[in-house]
């Protein structure tokens, strides 16, 4: 089986004249570049390894400096590069949280087994992620991300369980 890579970053500009990169982080743990020593980078569908000398976090970015870009014009070449880390590199999540990637695409069942079709996409709104749940063709149906309506998500089997309020 093919190594699976999730991006965390991607190189958006650079930072200077010292070879400094602008990332946006792809990844709702942006401190985590501050720990890392090396990143894959995947430029044009090649994929190479890069070691970071520097990281820091500025306004909604992270400024990396690697040892392999001496300067802007090595920078430049990597504009809009996406940095990448294998499965085993993602930052644990607690009991009960799950990434966005691992759901999209899950079946979603009521609590009687009836498929109320596949999990597109995830909303964030201000209080609770929605699940945006629709049969191939089919109306989407919106399911808040709550507790008391998804009643069970198996990642590994692809299923997810949930109950609708009375007023959906």
């Given at each position: 089986?093919?190594?699976e890579?999730?991006?965390i970053?991607?190189i ?6 010292r070879?400094?990169?602008r990332?946006?982080?792809l990844?709702d743990?942006?401190?985590r570049?501050?720990?890392?020593d090396?990143v894959?980078?995947e ?5 190479r390894k890069y070691?970071?000398e520097?990281?820091?976090l500025?306004?909604?970015?992270v400024?990396i400096?690697f ?7 090595a920078?430049e070449?990597l504009k ?5 880390v294998?499965?085993?590199?993602l930052?644990?999540?607690p ?10 695409g899950?079946?979603v069942y009521?609590?009687?087994?009836n498929s109320l079709g596949?999990?597109?996409e995830?909303?964030?709104t201000?209080a609770?992620?929605?699940y ?5 063709g ?7 991300a709550l507790k008391?309506v ?5 990642v590994?089997?692809?299923r ?5 309020p009375?007023?959906?």
């Amino acid at each position: 089986m093919a190594e699976e890579y999730i991006d965390i970053g991607k190189i958006v500009n650079t930072q200077g004249n010292r070879g400094e990169l602008r990332i946006f982080p792809l990844t709702d743990f942006p401190g985590r570049f501050l720990d890392m020593d090396t990143v894959l980078v995947e430029l044009n569908g090649e994929k190479r390894k890069y070691t970071i000398e520097t990281a820091r976090l500025y306004k909604k970015f992270v400024i990396i400096k690697f040892k392999e870009t001496p300067d802007m014009t090595a920078a430049e070449k990597l504009k809009g590069a996406l940095l990448k880390v294998t499965r085993e590199e993602l930052v644990e999540l607690p009991e009960g949280s799950y990434y966005i990637f691992d759901l999209v695409g899950i079946n979603v069942y009521d609590p009687a087994g009836n498929s109320l079709g596949i999990l597109e996409e995830v909303i964030h709104t201000g209080a609770n992620d929605v699940y945006v749940v629709a049969e191939q063709g089919g109306k989407p149906v919106l399911v808040p991300a709550l507790k008391s309506v998804v009643k069970e998500i198996d990642v590994p089997g692809r299923r997810m369980v949930v109950e609708m309020p009375e007023e959906y």
